[in-house]
């Protein structure tokens, strides 16, 4: 526009080195994969085209506000989701806060699963608590106990697979309970992603995904996305554009990258879960193990109605936390660390890091025993992973003789 071949060669070399340095290069051709816009600001052609693009309008102008590579990732896992629009943040649980702010205001109550993520619960007790919030944790695999909570509540809170005790809830019963008693229905679909349930199609009006999980699936990204229908994602946005938890473009480029795999990996890591839970349940040492694909699954009913898959994680409960960490430590493939859906396989004993917040009596009230070890099941060769587990389990044992 303002920058023609002929003004060039009279400007200063700064002058020239910054534009040059900033023209965005001319083609047709289009890129095979999503570009990573790094850029804060976008140009219009016009003062009025930003004036309008501001008002509300279609377009870029400032990256808090929308960014090309973050709404490309935002769009690709709202399609999957089956919602009409989505927004990415910067974690999991930007995408909490978020989502959440759009939805309760000082005066309301949150009806919870009580087996919620462990900073999702900080969240609610400490954080939205302090704004006159209030919520109320139930066991949501009890319908019942669910309706009994939601009369005057604004919400109903659930996760599809729980962290770490891998409970399924029925998400269109709960679903329609709540929408019956005039609450809102959000879920965290983290432990599941789109691929194994999609609970918007199940009447749910947000779901939020901490992308960091399987949708990204490498442990090199944090991401996180809101997905739903409008009027309410518009609530959603002007909390990210006023607060800020928005992606950073190669973090959005990451996850979008992974989304091309999400079904094979998906596939195979629950193949993997499989092979795994079944060789756990007719070994020695474990009081339980709990995956959603068993038959022996306290809901595996609902878990096989809900999920094209049992998914890549499994707990056992070895009882003490000192044989607990006896077995991660006996194991050779998984690295200690505290996250899960990786391409790597991972062991992380519950009590003492995802749920570290929880005091013993909520760990109890949560069903997290002191012996809970919970496995993101990798893409590794299934029999090294068989014979990991039981070098894990012999050093288990080795610790606390049974
Ligand atoms: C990890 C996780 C979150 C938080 O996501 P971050 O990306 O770490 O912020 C929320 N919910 C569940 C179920 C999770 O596993």
Same mark, same amino acid.
Request: proline share 4%; glycine share 10%; with cysteine.
């Given at each position: 526009m303002n920058d023609e071949p002929a003004d060039r060669a009279r400007r200063g070399f700064s002058s020239r080195a910054i534009l040059a340095a900033t023209r965005a290069p001319e083609m047709r051709q289009r890129p095979t994969a999503v570009p990573i816009y790094q850029s804060a600001t976008f140009a219009t052609d016009d003062a009025e085209e930003l004036a309008e693009i501001l008002a509300g309008g279609r377009g870029y102008t400032y990256a808090r506000i929308d960014n090309p590579t973050a709404a490309a990732m935002a769009a690709a896992v709202a399609e999957l989701e089956g919602a009409e629009s989505g927004f990415a943040f910067g974690?999991?649980?930007?995408?909490?806060?978020?989502?959440?702010?759009a939805t309760v205001r000082a005066g309301d109550r949150i009806v919870s699963t009580r087996a919620v993520y462990g900073s999702t619960r900080t969240f609610f007790d400490r954080m939205l608590a302090r704004l006159g919030v209030q919520t109320t944790y139930v066991d949501a695999t009890d319908v019942e106990a669910v309706g009994a909570a939601l009369p005057g509540a604004r919400l109903l809170y659930l996760e599809t697979i729980s962290n770490p005790t891998l409970v399924v809830v029925d998400v269109p019963t709960l679903v329609e309970r709540a929408h019956r008693a005039g609450a809102l229905a959000v879920v965290d679909n983290t432990f599941a992603s789109p691929y194994?349930?999609?609970?918007?199609?199940?009447?749910?009006?947000?779901?939020?995904?901490?992308?960091?999980?399987?949708?990204?699936?490498?442990?090199?990204?944090?991401?996180?996305?809101?997905?739903?229908?409008?009027?309410?994602?518009?609530?959603?946005? *002007? /909390?990210?554009?006023? #607060?800020?938890?928005?992606?950073?473009?190669?973090? %959005?480029? +990451?996850?979008?990258? =992974? $989304?091309?795999?999400?079904?094979?990996?998906?596939?195979?890591?629950?193949?993997?879960?499989?092979?795994?839970?079944?060789?756990?349940?007719?070994?020695?040492?474990?009081?339980?193990?709990?995956?959603?694909?068993?038959?022996?699954?306290?809901?595996?009913?609902?878990?096989?109605?809900?999920?094209?898959?049992?998914?890549?994680?499994?707990?056992?409960?070895?009882?003490?936390?000192?044989?607990?960490?006896?077995?991660?430590?006996?194991?050779?493939?998984?690295?200690?660390?505290?996250?899960?859906?990786?391409?790597?396989?991972l *062991? /992380?004993?519950?009590? #003492?890091?995802?749920?570290?917040?929880?005091?013993? %009596?909520? +760990?109890?009230?949560? =069903? $997290?025993?002191?012996?809970?070890?919970?496995?993101?099941?990798?893409?590794?060769?299934?029999?090294?992973?068989?014979?990991?587990?039981?070098?894990?389990?012999?050093?288990?044992?080795?610790?606390?003789?049974?």
């Open positions: 974690s999991g649980m930007a995408a909490i806060h978020a989502a959440l702010l194994l349930c999609r609970p918007i199609e199940l009447g749910a009006d947000l779901v939020i995904e901490s992308a960091t999980k399987w949708l990204g699936g490498h442990s090199d990204v944090l991401a996180g996305v809101v997905s739903g229908g409008e009027p309410l994602m518009s609530e959603v946005r *002007a /909390v990210a554009v006023d #607060t800020g938890g928005i992606i950073a473009p190669f973090s %959005a480029f +990451l996850v979008l990258r =992974g $989304i091309e795999t999400l079904a094979v990996r998906m596939d195979r890591h629950s193949a993997s879960a499989l092979t795994l839970a079944r060789h756990l349940e007719g070994v020695d040492g474990p009081r339980r193990v709990t995956y959603p694909g068993l038959a022996s699954h306290p809901q595996a009913t609902v878990a096989q109605r809900l999920l094209r898959a049992g998914g890549g994680m499994l707990a056992i409960d070895l009882v003490t936390r000192a044989a607990a960490l006896a077995f991660i430590d006996g194991l050779s493939i998984p690295d200690r660390t505290a996250s899960l859906g990786s391409v790597r396989t *062991a /992380v004993h519950s009590a #003492t890091t995802s749920h570290r917040q929880f005091d013993a %009596a909520a +760990l109890a009230a949560a =069903g $997290i025993s002191e012996g809970l070890v919970r496995f993101s099941v990798g893409l590794e060769d299934v029999e090294d992973l068989v014979a990991d587990v039981t070098a894990g389990l012999a050093a288990a044992r080795s610790v606390v003789p049974a």
